[in-house]
């Protein structure tokens, strides 16, 4: 079937294709904002002035980390979230559909993104940060799956070249953000609420395309 009725021209498979690979775009921003959220943690920071306008908004300085492993424990359990996500998602999309684990996991990884950047404690921004990295691969996972189950062989190995490229666009795309937005508080939000915004606008038009017969 693939064979037949789908090609390179294909607006729906164009529109997979595309789409899904812009997942990793989307993620690849709010995860690589980690370095600019947790500050320099080799210069000891003024905690007395930690403050967006003079650079100083960051975890180090908010919350008074010390020692240059400080951070450890945010990135940590972002990773130990992407390994607790990993075992669960693909197995859960392979019983309730790929679309609806990609685009529910994906709002719920920029919500809960935003909702760390509120987070009063250091304790509390460390379980949100470990949730979203569960909620990651629920996104990034699923959405090459789709990809690839729904086109045709001679594109596989340009989908895998596609995701690389987009999940490159997002990481660089996190130093300009870091840069116009210094409050790591605000930063988070940004970052983390495009997500929420593309994976609304992914379900709606999904589910158009699927009821004018193009699915």
Same mark, same amino acid.
Not at 130 to 154: D, H, T
């Given at each position: 079937?693939?064979?037949r009725?789908?090609?390179?021209?294909?607006?729906?498979?164009?529109?997979?294709?595309?789409?899904?690979?812009?997942?990793?775009a989307? #993620?690849?921003?709010?995860?690589? !904002?980690?370095?600019? /959220?947790?500050?320099?943690?080799? /210069?000891?920071?003024?905690?007395?002035?930690c403050?967006?306008?003079?650079?100083?908004? #960051?975890?180090?300085?908010?919350?008074?980390?010390?020692?240059?492993?400080a951070?450890?424990?945010?990135l940590?359990?972002y *990773?130990?979230?992407?390994? !607790?996500?990993?075992?669960?998602?693909?197995?859960?999309?392979?019983?309730v559909?790929?679309?609806?684990?990609?685009?529910?996991?994906?709002?719920?990884?920029?919500?809960?993104?935003?909702?760390?950047?509120?987070?009063?404690?250091?304790?509390?921004?460390?379980?949100?940060?470990? *949730?979203?990295? /569960?909620?990651?691969?629920?996104?990034?996972?699923?959405?090459? !799956?789709?990809?690839?189950?729904?086109i045709?062989?001679y *594109?596989?190995?340009?989908?895998?070249?596609?995701?690389?490229?987009?999940? /490159?666009?997002?990481?660089?795309?996190?130093a300009?953000?870091?840069?116009?937005?210094?409050?790591?508080?605000?930063?988070?939000?940004?970052?983390?609420?495009?997500?929420?915004?593309?994976?609304?606008?992914?379900?709606?038009?999904?589910?158009?395309?699927?009821?004018?017969?193009?699915?």
């Amino acid at each position: 079937m693939l064979r037949r009725f789908s090609g390179v021209l294909n607006p729906y498979i164009l529109f997979i294709w595309l789409t899904k690979a812009a997942v990793w775009a989307f #993620t690849a921003v709010a995860t690589m !904002i980690s370095v600019f /959220v947790i500050g320099d943690l080799s /210069v000891p920071p003024n905690y007395s002035n930690c403050s967006a306008r003079d650079g100083g908004s #960051t975890l180090t300085c908010e919350f008074r980390l010390t020692g240059q492993h400080a951070g450890l424990a945010v990135l940590t359990s972002y *990773l130990l979230g992407e390994v !607790i996500g990993g075992a669960i998602f693909p197995a859960l999309s392979d019983r309730v559909g790929r679309r609806k684990v990609l685009c529910s996991a994906l709002f719920a990884f920029g919500a809960v993104g935003v909702g760390s950047a509120y987070a009063p404690h250091l304790y509390n921004y460390t379980l949100l940060r470990s *949730l979203q990295g /569960v909620f990651y691969m629920g996104s990034g996972i699923p959405a090459m !799956i789709l990809a690839y189950e729904s086109i045709p062989l001679y *594109l596989r190995s340009y989908t895998t070249m596609m995701f690389g490229m987009n999940w /490159v666009v997002g990481y660089c795309a996190a130093a300009p953000l870091a840069y116009y937005f210094p409050d790591w508080r605000q930063l988070t939000v940004i970052a983390s609420a495009a997500t929420m915004l593309y994976a609304v606008l992914l379900a709606l038009y999904s589910r158009t395309v699927q009821y004018t017969g193009h699915n």
